[in-house]
């Protein structure tokens, strides 16, 4: 609708996780190094927690393209609300290992098999599951149960667990410290700075096609950075409809006017702080107010002498 009005071949903000916009921070850059180092190592074991909204599964889709250009096996799970039988079933199916059996014995034989016949030819099978915050108990204890497949000296399957804070809450629980400490790396996502937050907007807009022409001006940025306090998805959501306000009243570029009007729209404002308290050391330093109430102290003492 605004692509023309704003000179773009696509739209920019789109909340898909799609990771050709993954914007590359130090925290990201860190936790993408330590997906591809934890399965070159074979370490077994990767957690990466964020809060919501900053970009855990658009950092999973960038890992996974670098998976499938190394030619190895995944699965990707991405409904974590499975019992059981579920999760054998969509991990077995997604990884294509055949297996007719419902048997959990015989599909655990299938798997061990078919990771050797892997690990012989040189190759990972790598297992993600995303919103791991939802998994049961009873699955996360399934999930710890894979570690054992493993040679001699390595695991033959390589286990992350991404989910939101909730996720690092729940392995504090007594009944899953074995499984909290066969995590051998963890990872984080975080929000970004004010400064991330400009350079996020412009890789968007320059990916979708922005000839260089500013689109925001920087006082409608600062505003996008406070009223998301950096989280991407939030970031698209103001983005998206500032740039679709800003074509219908046919204006441009984007001001931090357009911005207050979006957030007003989405309840996105952030709340004033309060006025700082009056401490009693500012009143000591004001005479006329310390006259005053010592003047007040004084009536108020009179009239409970005259009662």
Same mark, same amino acid.
């Given at each position: 609708m605004?692509?023309k009005f704003?000179?773009?071949r696509e +739209?920019?903000?789109n909340?898909n ?7 590359v921070t ?5 936790a ?7 399965v070159q ?5 990767i957690?990466?927690?964020?809060e919501?909204?900053?970009?855990? /599964?658009?950092l999973?889709n ?7 250009r ?10 974590s609300?499975?019992?059981e039988d579920q ?13 007719? @059996? ?7 034989l ?9 690990y012989?030819?040189?190759? @990972?099978?790598? =297992?993600?599951?995303?919103e791991?915050? +939802?998994?049961?108990?009873a ?7 894979? @570690?054992?497949?493993? /040679?001699?000296t ?5 286990i992350?667990?991404?989910?939101q ?15 909290r ?8 996502t975080?929000?970004? /700075? ?11 807009l320059?990916?979708a096609?922005s000839?260089g ?7 409608a ?5 406070r $009223?998301?306090?950096g989280i991407?998805r939030?970031?698209?959501v103001l983005?998206e $409809? ?8 046919q204006?441009?570029?984007?001001? #931090?006017e357009?911005v ?10 952030? #709340? ?6 009056t401490?009693?050391?500012?009143? #000591?330093?004001?005479?006329r107010?310390v006259?005053?109430?010592e003047g007040? #102290?004084? =009536?108020?003492?009179r009239?409970?002498?005259?009662e």
């Amino acid at each position: 609708m605004y692509k023309k009005f704003f000179g773009l071949r696509e +739209n920019p903000f789109n909340v898909n996780p799609d990771p050709r916009y993954l914007f590359v921070t130090p925290h990201t850059e860190e936790a993408l190094s330590c997906l591809t180092y934890g399965v070159q190592s074979r370490k077994g074991f990767i957690l990466l927690t964020g809060e919501v909204g900053t970009g855990k /599964t658009t950092l999973i889709n960038k890992f996974l393209e670098w998976l499938h250009r190394e030619s190895l096996p995944t699965a990707f799970i991405f409904n974590s609300r499975l019992n059981e039988d579920q999760f054998f079933e969509f991990m077995m199916t997604d990884f294509g290992i055949p297996c007719d @059996t419902r048997s959990k014995s015989q599909i655990l034989l299938r798997l061990n098999q078919w990771l050797l016949e892997r690990y012989r030819a040189g190759e @990972t099978g790598v =297992l993600i599951i995303d919103e791991a915050q +939802n998994l049961s108990p009873a699955v996360l204890e399934e999930i710890r149960l894979l @570690t054992n497949l493993e /040679t001699y000296t390595e695991k033959l399957l390589q286990i992350v667990l991404a989910g939101q804070p909730e996720l690092d809450h729940k392995l504090r629980q007594p009944e899953l410290r074995q499984l909290r400490q066969r995590i051998t790396l963890r990872s984080k996502t975080y929000p970004l /700075t004010s400064e991330e937050t400009s350079g996020y907007i412009t890789s968007r807009l320059r990916i979708a096609g922005s000839d260089g022409q500013p689109i925001f001006t920087p006082e409608a940025i600062d505003l996008i950075h406070r $009223h998301s306090r950096g989280i991407p998805r939030v970031i698209n959501v103001l983005c998206e $409809h500032s740039l679709i306000n800003a074509f219908a009243d046919q204006r441009k570029p984007i001001t #931090a006017e357009i911005v207050q009007t979006v957030a007003e729209d989405f309840d996105m404002l952030v #709340a004033e702080a309060p006025p700082p308290q009056t401490s009693l050391n500012s009143i #000591a330093e004001n005479p006329r107010l310390v006259e005053a109430l010592e003047g007040l #102290a004084t =009536l108020m003492d009179r009239l409970r002498r005259n009662e």
